[in-house]
């Protein structure tokens, strides 16, 4: 991938995995939002039935905590496949370079556990 020998090119991949890890707990946040905002309005609709059904809401904020496990899980292949790529050069001394992979990989399982906690919650 590189000639420089420079354990920059190290840390950029890093940073880059690190920002995949925020846009894939962004993306699991914002499902979580959409996700409850169903249960808000049928709080705020007393009219309605009090049984709770899974409406679009459910199913949309669900799409986005899977989507973003899978991200997550599909950035630390990425990650993974960069490191193979580097010379031992360029990695420093006694890093421990699976830190970011190993805390993006626990958001992936965090987000598929939040998953099967909302699909269970509802019946």
Partial sequence: MSDLNDPRVFFAAERTLLAWNRTCLTLMAFGFVVERFGLFLHMLAPQMPQHLERGISFWVG??????GS????LAVIQYRRVLRTLKPVEIPDGYWVNMAALSTLLLAVLGMVLSAYLTMGLK
């Fill in 62 to 67: 669900l799409g986005f905590i899977l989507l």
């Fill in 70 to 73: 899978l991200m997550a899980v």
